[in-house]
C-alpha cells in the first residue's frame, strides 16, 4: 500500500510505458530529465530513419544509456518499429536477447516520422503470429489514416476496422492501445476479456480539444491524437483513477523545438517528461483518487509487460506551487514545456 497523508504520498518508482527521448542532441537534453523521475521507459522507435532491426534497437539503447546521468537507475526498454518488411524472426531473436520489449504498430502517415508503418495489415501478420507464440507485445497507435475520417473519429474507426479484426485472427497477441483518447477506447479495453490494455497520457487527462482551438490556436497544446471532447477527457480520468490494472501511464512525451512546433504545418506532440508527476497528482487529489496513483503510474504497467514493479519509491509531497521551466533547452533549439494552466502543489522530493 503507497504511505499517504492529505499533503505527502508515497509509492514506488514510476515509469512512463510510452516516451520519445528522439535522438542526437535532442536525447542528450531530454534523457536526464525522464530518469531524474522514472525507473524505465518504453522508448518509441519513430526516429528518421526509424528503428526496425534487433540491432538498431541494440544500438539505440547504447546511444540513449550514454545520456543517462551517473547514479541513475533508468533503463530504457527498447521497441522496433513495424514495417511489412520486419522478419519475424529478427524480432523473436531481439526479444530472446533481452534487446526488446515491445513491437510499435504506426499506421502508415498516421503521426510524426510513420511514413515506414503498415498500409496493409496482412503483411505482417507472420509477425503478429510469432508475437502472440512468444508473448512479445505490440503497442498500438490506434488511428485510422483514411483522409477521408474525420481527425476526431480516427481512433474510433480504428477500434472497428483495425484492432478488432487483428485481436480477432491473433487473439493470443498482446495488445497495448497507445494514448487512448476517447470513451470509446476506453469502453472497449473494459469490455475485453484479456491480452489488452491501454496507456494514457498526462495532457489528455488535462486538456480537451477546446485548450488546442478555443482563443486561438495553440501548437503547444497540438498532439496526436488530438485531444478530443470534455466527456472523453472525462472517462479517461475515470479510467485512471479506477485502479483498474488495464490502465496505466505512457506519456507520450514527445518534444519539438518550438521552431518545428510554430510553424503552418507545425509538429504533433506535448513534452510532458518533466513535469508529469506534479500534474498527474494534480489531477489524481482533485479526483480524491491520490491511493490509486501508485497503480497507474507504478504497478500496473510492470504487471502487464510481466515485470516486477520497481524496489525504489518515490516521495510527492504538497506544499506552494512549484514552478517548471518553460522551455529546456537543447543543442536543437528550447522545446516548450506543457502548461497544464493551474498550480501545481504536489512535487517530487
Ligand atoms: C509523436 C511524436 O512526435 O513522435 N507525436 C505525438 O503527437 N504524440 C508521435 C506519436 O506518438 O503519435
Ligand atoms: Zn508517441
Redesign the pocket.
Known amino acids: 500500500m503507497p504511505k499517504q497523508s492529505p499533503d505527502s504520498l508515497t509509492i514506488r518508482r514510476p515509469d512512463d510505458w510510452h516516451l520519445?527521448l528522439r535522438d542526437g542532441a535532442m536525447m542528450a537534453a531530454v534523457t536526464p530529465h525522464t530518469a531524474a523521475h522514472f525507473e524505465r521507459a518504453i522508448v518509441?522507435p519513430?526516429l528518421v530513419p526509424p528503428v526496425v532491426t534487433g540491432a538498431q534497437a541494440a544500438a539505440y539503447r547504447d546511444r540513449i544509456m550514454a545520456h543517462v546521468p551517473e547514479g541513475s537507475n533508468f533503463r530504457p526498454l527498447m521497441t522496433c518499429y513495424l514495417t511489412e518488411d520486419t522478419d519475424p524472426e529478427d524480432i523473436a531473436k531481439a526479444h530472446a536477447d533481452g534487446i526488446i520489449t515491445a513491437v510499435k504498430l504506426y499506421p502508415a502517415g498516421?503521426?510524426?516520422?510513420s511514413a515506414s508503418g503498415v498500409s496493409d495489415f496482412d503483411k505482417v501478420r507472420p509477425v503478429l503470429e510469432k508475437m502472440a507464440e512468444i508473448g512479445l507485445p505490440l503497442c498500438v497507435?490506434g488511428e485510422v489514416t483514411d483522409p477521408s475520417i474525420d481527425i476526431f473519429d480516427r481512433e474510433a474507426v480504428f477500434i472497428d476496422k483495425v484492432l478488432k479484426p487483428i485481436r480477432k485472427k491473433t487473439p493470443d497477441l498482446r495488445v497495448i492501445m497507445e494514448?487512448v483518447t476517447t470513451e470509446n477506447a476506453v469502453d472497449y479495453v473494459r469490455d475485453s476479456r484479456s491480452n489488452l490494455a491501454a496507456t494514457i497520457t498526462t495532457h489528455h487527462l488535462i486538456i480537451n480539444r477546446n485548450h488546442i482551438l478555443a482563443g486561438g490556436i495553440k501548437p503547444h497544446y497540438y498532439?496526436?491524437p488530438v485531444a478530443k471532447r470534455e466527456k472523453h477527457r472525462i472517462a479517461l480520468v475515470q479510467a485512471a483513477i479506477s485502479g483498474d490494472k488495464r490502465f496505466f501511464l505512457g506519456t507520450?512525451s514527445?518534444p519539438?523545438t518550438d521552431e518545428n512546433k510554430l510553424l503552418p504545418c507545425g509538429?504533433?506532440?506535448?513534452f510532458t517528461a518533466i513535469n508529469t508527476m506534479s500534474c498527474l497528482a494534480e489531477v489524481f487529489d482533485a479526483a480524491g483518487a491520490m491511493s490509486k496513483l501508485e497503480n497507474f503510474t507504478s504497478l500496473a504497467g510492470p504487471r502487464y509487460y510481466n515485470l516486477p514493479p520497481n524496489e525504489a519509491t518515490m516521495t510527492l509531497t504538497k506544499g506552494d506551487p512549484v514552478t517548471y521551466p518553460a522551455t529546456v533547452d537543447t543543442g536543437d533549439g528550447p522545446v516548450t514545456v506543457f502548461d497544464p494552466g493551474f498550480p501545481l502543489h504536489w512535487r517530487v522530493q
Not at 267 to 270: D, F, K, P, Q, R
Request: glycine residues 6%.
Open positions: 520519445h518509441m519513430n498516421a503521426t510524426t516520422n497507435h494514448h498532439c496526436l507520450d514527445a519539438h509538429c504533433a506532440g506535448c
